[in-house]
């Protein structure tokens, strides 16, 4: 039954990674674009104000791409959506097993496809939800060099802690189910998931990088980046997790109904003949 939800959950990742594929094409890619058109416009931007402060300008060296953009952000975007999102199928597949091992045996009634669903909601806030909303993604451009392995490791700190965190509020509210009831334990898991969330993003540092005008003594030589662009960066983005982790669980809950189906019928067969 295990390689079963794996299978599934495999099966659920890929059709999501090519669903949110299809979505950051669209949607995502003309930020990115603009965010790259925003470089060459800072670069430009800079050599005026250097000559114009009468430091001599270095001309720009062309580094030819190995890949062009055509191909990164068809093909390269392509496989790397879908092997992220097969990666959060296996994962979801192995925690489903893990946590339906135990709410099975404890509630002989509850549906899987519920247990699924809660999961998802779960995984998603865990793993997507808050890390995105402390440390929220950015197109290109914006951010410091020297910052990278700083944010990155940050932004890991913040899912690990999340992911752990998430799993033990998923404990105490099992725990308290039967002493509290399933909406107070509930409620109970929440807020201390919310609590250690909360002191752990404030003990991490924080990022504000957005690049500003280009401008020496008064005189602005170029715009800063576009907050627009930002913006509409960040909702896109949080926008193809949201639609990644719905078609993921949706695909897994109607993988399990065609099991559940099988395995009533397989038992009906079964008992038709003692019932002979």
Wanted: aromatic share 10%.
């Amino acid at each position: 039954m295990e390689r079963t939800f794996v299978g599934a959950g495999l099966l659920s990742g890929l059709i999501a990674g090519i669903v949110a594929f299809v979505y950051a094409r669209i949607f995502i890619e003309p930020q990115v674009a603009k965010a790259i058109d925003y470089e060459d416009y800072r670069a430009h931007a800079e050599e005026k104000m250097h000559a114009a402060m009468g430091h001599a300008v270095e001309e720009g060296h062309e580094h030819g791409e190995l890949f062009t953009r055509s191909v990164q952000e068809n093909i390269g975007a392509g496989i790397g959506t879908v092997i992220f999102a097969l990666c959060i199928g296996a994962f979801f597949a192995v925690a489903f097993t893990v946590l339906w091992a135990y709410v099975g045996r404890r509630f002989a009634d509850v549906d899987p496809r519920l247990v699924a669903g809660a999961l998802g909601v779960i995984g998603f806030v865990a793993v997507i939800g808050v890390p995105y909303f402390v440390y929220p993604p950015n197109p290109p451009a914006v951010g410091e060099e020297d910052t990278i392995g700083s944010r990155s490791t940050s932004y890991l700190i913040i899912t690990i802690v999340s992911l752990a965190v998430a799993a033990g509020a998923v404990w105490l509210a099992m725990t308290l189910w039967d002493r509290l009831g399933g909406l107070l334990s509930g409620i109970a898991a929440a807020v201390g998931y919310l609590v250690v969330m909360t002191i752990t993003a404030a003990l991490l540092p924080t990022f504000h990088e957005v690049p500003g005008p280009v401008e020496h003594d008064g005189v602005i030589y170029g715009a800063g980046f576009p907050g627009q662009v930002v913006a509409d960066f960040r909702v896109y983005a949080i926008a193809n997790q949201v639609i990644l982790w719905a078609v993921l669980v949706t695909v897994f809950c109607l993988v399990l109904g065609v099991l559940m189906k099988r395995g009533a019928d397989t038992a009906e067969r079964a008992a038709e003949p003692a019932a002979a």
